[in-house]
């Protein structure tokens, strides 16, 4: 049984910085998985922030572009994000995905996912 779960979210001023953390289980040969980081803001689609494919390969939004750092620690089967320069339209419900085949870069788009956490909140003040 797949689990991930999401911690690390909060409230920061514009400018700051926090890191998110997603602890996996259940999926084996975590080195080699597709994970990704998707947000949410109200009224608005669910978007792909970052992603880190087998070989650690990794891909990024637009919007996180230079700002944003996708990683793992394949000891602790855990997965982060660390958002740096973090800006108010930042806000969002930040999610951890996983797909359910390891390999290669896939597109950022939800639908190429099989597993997802709960969600964190993260929250950017002007």
């Known amino acids: 049984q797949v689990q991930l779960v999401e911690s690390g979210g909060g409230s920061v001023q514009a400018g700051g910085s926090l890191r998110l953390s997603c602890e996996v289980s259940?999926?084996?040969?975590?080195?080699?998985?597709?994970m990704g980081w998707f947000r949410q803001a109200p009224g608005k689609e669910r978007e792909g922030v970052a992603g880190?494919?087998?070989?650690?390969?990794?891909d990024y939004g637009d919007a996180v572009k230079g700002r944003f750092t996708i990683s793992r620690d394949n000891a602790k089967n855990t997965l982060y994000l660390q958002m740096s320069s973090l800006k108010p339209e930042d806000t969002a419900i930040y999610y951890c995905?996983?797909?359910?085949?390891?390999?290669?870069?896939?597109?950022?788009?939800?639908?190429?996912?099989?597993?997802w956490g709960q969600g964190t909140q993260v929250t950017v003040s002007s």
């Open positions: 880190i494919f087998s070989k650690d390969i990794t």
């Open positions: 995905a996983a797909a359910a085949i390891i390999g290669g870069p896939i597109p950022l788009t939800p639908r190429q996912f099989n597993y």
């Open positions: 259940g999926i084996p040969l975590f080195t080699r998985a597709r």
